[in-house]
Nanobody, 117 residues
Framework: QVQLVQSAGGFVQPGESLRLSCVAS????????MNWYRQAPGKQRELVAT????????NYAESVKGRFTISRNSAMNPMYLQMNRLKPEDTAVYYC??????????WGQGTQVTVSS
């Protein structure tokens, strides 16, 4: 079965770190664009980070730039989102996504991240 499977999220205090992972089942990330999105209660889903499967270029939302890092293993699997210096406003359900121009478009199941003191 072709799917993305995400690791569990967590409950952390402000300033702490958390790493999310996303494993591809049934395909490899080669030539896929990889994203992490998040959706906070009452808000639209937001693109957080992008990693190109070809150029390896990365892009980040301004709100997470310098704190979050998207990456993947050289063996193509898994994809990570390293989140440092977390803030309460980072609280959301986080989703990974992998897509390519041919039309393949896969989403993870989502995982809750809560940042609170």
């Amino acid at each position: 079965q072709v799917q993305l499977v995400q690791s569990a999220g967590g409950f952390v205090q402000p300033g702490e770190s958390l790493r999310l992972s996303c494993v591809a089942s049934g395909f490899f990330f080669t030539n896929y664009v990889m994203n992490w999105y998040r959706q906070a209660p009452g808000k639209q889903r937001e693109l957080v980070a992008t990693l190109s499967g070809t150029t390896r270029n990365t892009n980040y939302a301004e709100s997470v730039k310098g704190r979050f890092t998207i990456s993947r293993n050289s063996a193509m699997n898994p994809m990570y989102l390293q989140m440092n210096r977390l803030k309460p406003e980072d609280t959301a359900v986080y989703y990974c996504r992998a897509f390519r121009a041919s039309g393949n478009d896969y989403w993870g199941q989502g995982t809750q991240v809560t940042v609170s003191s």
